[in-house]
């Protein structure tokens, strides 16, 4: 085995040879590991401690590592048919549909070209980077004690520069990734049963926090220009709604970016109905270099507390960096950091040392700069894609930000028959009714440009979704 060969290469070579030992047997040490597999000894202690976690393996200080017995079968022969009269029986109770989350988060089979995804692809999100960020939050001193609830002064004082004026830092509440603040905001602000007025599309995890916190979404529709006021105000003024959701930035799924021209009106809407607008501010780190930068978030022009915001690092860092903010100011985010304490009493502190690491180096501007260079790249060969592979389709919004594409396809077309034949054919789309509050006007698909490996692997699976199409029922 070469110098170069991955941890996981060996952790397969290692997974193959177990059977020669028997139960409990002791495995060669690790210094005659490195000396016969011609590996690091860094390697090797991986590949080992992920043979652990697998429960393939047992270490013990001082003795060595050594095959593990296979695990007991328990047979379970219980009958928990009793709980579904249990859930339905009680006032109120409600069913989670998290169809569209699972969707988002499900990794396809091998073979299958992803462009479903909600994550950019590991080679895509700055690994070195947070390993080294990760390996400096340790060394802090207290990196494991109790942080404050509201989370580190320092990451704080950050994401209030980063969301900018009015917002300080006594205004910032740190939260476990974006999906955590928006279930901290909806589920504070909202009581059940009551209405919140949402784009539509919109991402379908925020339409499963609603529900699931018995409250019930109304859409309000949107252009290429974002929510369209005076729909806004009817809804508004029909529903008696206190709660707004929108994302004004590079919006999920459609990328649209709320204009410079309505985002006035839409505030004003919202103060003269007495309500909340919950700010979803998710890409805006993911703009496109050589395009128009987005206006600025919603929050800048609010001096009444009328917006309540959420910055996340997800997106653009890594799934696994689970740290978002949680801007507001009054009555509003007392409620916020109450509920946010009942919850999680706080965000583990090393996650959130490595994330002020991270973003308090060089390398995170030179990342962004990067990963906005690499999604400009992959937006252009899936719109090429479409346009050589597709041409009978209406042509696709180009957005200036974000990670995908909003296809409306041909008024005849059955898309879930679409995203069936195309998983068959190898490729993972997105069907559009999964973004709707309520009947979707059309049929669409949700392409991802950023769970694929590759540029020509994002291609082939276009060319994929083109071979499907040309199976279904026209």
Not at 130 to 143: E, Q
Not at 224 to 245: H, I, K
Not at 264 to 269: D, W
Not at 350 to 367: F, G, M, N, Y
Request: with cysteine; aromatic share 6%; net charge positive.
């Amino acid at each position: 085995m070469s110098d170069g060969s991955s941890v996981a290469s060996l952790v397969t070579q290692l997974r193959s040879e177990l059977k020669r030992y028997p139960i409990e047997g002791k495995l060669p040490s690790s210094r005659e590991l490195v000396r016969q597999l011609k590996v690091s000894p860094v390697t090797v202690s991986r590949a080992i401690a992920a043979l652990a976690a697998e429960g393939l393996v047992i270490t013990r200080p001082g003795a060595g590592v050594f095959r593990a017995p296979p695990p007991r079968e328990v047979a379970v022969t219980g009958d928990v048919s009793w709980q579904e009269v249990a859930l339905s029986s009680q006032s109120g109770a409600r069913a989670i549909d998290a169809t569209g989350v699972l969707a988002a988060l499900s990794d396809p089979p091998s073979g299958v070209i992803d462009l479903n995804g909600g994550y950019t692809h590991p080679s895509l999100q700055p690994e070195r980077e947070l390993a080294a960020a990760s390996a400096r939050a340790g060394r802090r001193p207290g990196a494991w004690t109790r942080p404050p609830i509201c989370g580190l002064p320092e990451l704080r004082a950050w994401f209030a520069r980063d969301i900018g004026s009015p917002v300080n830092v006594e205004n910032v509440l740190v939260t476990s990734g974006g999906q955590s603040a928006l279930t901290t905001a909806l589920r504070a602000l909202g009581a059940p049963g009551a209405p919140v007025l949402v784009e539509s599309p919109t991402y379908p995890g925020m339409l499963a926090i609603a529900r699931a916190s018995g409250l019930r979404p109304v859409p309000v529709p949107i252009d290429r220009d974002g929510v369209r006021p005076e729909l806004l105000a009817d809804a508004f003024r029909d529903t008696g709604a206190r709660l707004f959701v929108c994302q004004p930035a590079f919006q999920n799924p459609t990328g649209a970016v709320l204009c410079a021209e309505r985002r006035a009106e839409v505030l004003r809407i919202a103060r003269d109905a007495g309500a909340f607008i919950i700010e979803d501010d998710f890409a805006r780190l993911m703009a496109h270099p050589g395009s128009p930068p987005p206006p600025p978030p919603l929050v800048a022009d609010d001096p009444d507390g009328v917006v309540v915001h959420i910055r996340s690092l997800t997106k653009p860092a890594s799934p696994s960096l689970r740290i978002s903010a949680l801007a507001a100011r009054g009555p509003a985010l007392e409620r916020l950091r109450g509920l946010h304490a009942v919850e999680s009493f706080f965000v583990p502190r090393p996650l959130q040392e490595t994330a002020l690491e991270l973003v308090s180096s060089p390398a995170w501007a030179r990342h962004l700069r990067t990963l906005a260079a690499a999604l400009r790249e992959r937006r252009d060969v899936a719109v090429s894609a479409l346009r050589q592979f597709l041409p009978s389709w209406s042509a696709v919004p180009v957005p200036t930000g974000g990670y995908h594409l909003w296809q409306p396809l041909p008024g005849f077309a059955d898309e879930v028959a679409l995203t069936s034949a195309a998983f068959r054919a190898g490729v993972a789309v997105t069907p559009g009714r999964l973004y709707f509050a309520a009947e979707a006007p059309g049929p669409y698909l949700r392409l991802s440009y950023v769970s694929a490996a590759t540029g020509t692997q994002l291609r082939d699976g276009i060319r994929r979704l083109s071979q499907a199409y040309q199976e279904i029922p026209g």
